[in-house]
């Protein structure tokens, strides 16, 4: 199996924001409560599987230790998380990953907004402590539409830390769209498999391009409020439907990107399916596609 060094087979002039890299929806939410859970295993597993793009989302518990958030609902804490990074970083170093770390997102109830804090000095502190981004993290860049694997490699750097508000030491504020619709997000699987494509269509960007294949439980749409297992349970049968799609058009495969999803380690086959649109942008050293599609299916 290639999952854990798949990007040892990657071109080194591949454009960042065209590769196309498997993501974990809401990475950190293992172990997270029925409602929040959207993943069923840590950082360092995910990367073996092959994830590359990890969403990490903050809060605050009342003791001051920052953790992983999904809403409202707490994970382990950001040190542990951490330490995951770091050992990846100390294995395969043909391995570059996307950080996208930042407070969850304001909650609107009502006329009630709930804001969820970590406080950046603090963040800062334990990056440096564990994952030394002055000396791993890639930002000397004005576009990340410029950015290669070589370029980043070359640099001796391991990864690119998203921020938005650039609220971490050399972290990038590169553009990284996440479209989305309510009503679409919020369908039964089969509606779900062709309109989530209709909102991909509709979207471009010079950025990171980051494409959810998850439904949304949402109160008013069509799978209401239920858990993001049951969801997945229902989808999977429909995933490559989705993946097929983008194979199939010229234009859907030069805009593609970050494919996420939830459940990413349940098995391999999503990020089997995601990994083989690499072979067809021919973005696979010459000679090793064979051997890249094999290393998928073993």
């Known amino acids: 199996m290639i999952y854990s060094n798949w990007m040892s087979y990657i071109k080194g002039n591949v454009k960042i924001n065209k590769l196309v890299i498997p993501g974990a929806h809401n990475a ?29 989302r903050l809060n605050t518990k009342r003791d001051g230790t920052i953790v992983l958030a999904h809403g409202i609902s707490k994970g382990m804490s950001f040190e542990a998380t951490l ?25 609107k109830f009502g006329p009630i907004t709930l ?42 750097k391991r990864y690119i830390l998203i921020n938005e508000k650039k609220d971490y030491a050399y972290s990038s504020d590169a553009p990284c769209i996440l479209p989305w619709d309510k009503k679409i997000f919020g369908s039964f699987a089969p509606t779900f498999a062709k309109g989530t494509i209709e ?3 509709k979207h471009s960007t010079d950025g990171l391009y980051w494409f959810q294949t998850q439904q949304t439980p949402n109160p008013g749409t069509e799978i209401k409020l239920t858990n993001p297992r049951k969801l997945d349970e229902a ?3 429909y995933f490559k ?6 194979a199939e058009s010229p234009e859907r495969l030069e ?42 299916e073993e």
Do not use: W
């Open 83 to 107: 330490e995951q990074f770091r050992k990846m970083l100390s294995e395969n170093d043909s391995e570059i990953f996307i950080f996208d770390i930042r407070e969850y997102y304001d909650q």
């Open 235 to 237: 989808l999977r049968p």
């Open 255 to 296: 805009k593609v990107n970050i494919v996420a999803g939830d459940f990413m380690t349940y098995n391999y086959d999503k990020v089997r399916e995601i990994l083989k649109l690499n072979v067809l942008k021919s973005f696979v050293k010459d000679g090793l596609e064979e051997e890249f599609l094999k290393g998928l």
């Open 199 to 201: 909102v991909f269509d």
């Open 115 to 156: 804001k969820f804090k970590a406080d950046p000095k603090k963040v800062d502190e334990m990056l440096k402590k564990y994952i030394d981004p002055e000396k791993y993290a890639y930002c000397d860049f004005q576009s990340i539409g410029d950015v290669s694997i070589d370029d980043i490699r070359k640099a001796g």
């Open 28 to 56: 950190g939410s293992f172990g997270m409560n029925t409602m929040a859970c959207c993943q069923d295993d840590d950082f360092y597993t995910q990367f073996k599987y092959g994830i590359r793009h990890f969403c990490i």
């Open 241 to 246: 439907s989705i993946i097929d799609q983008i």
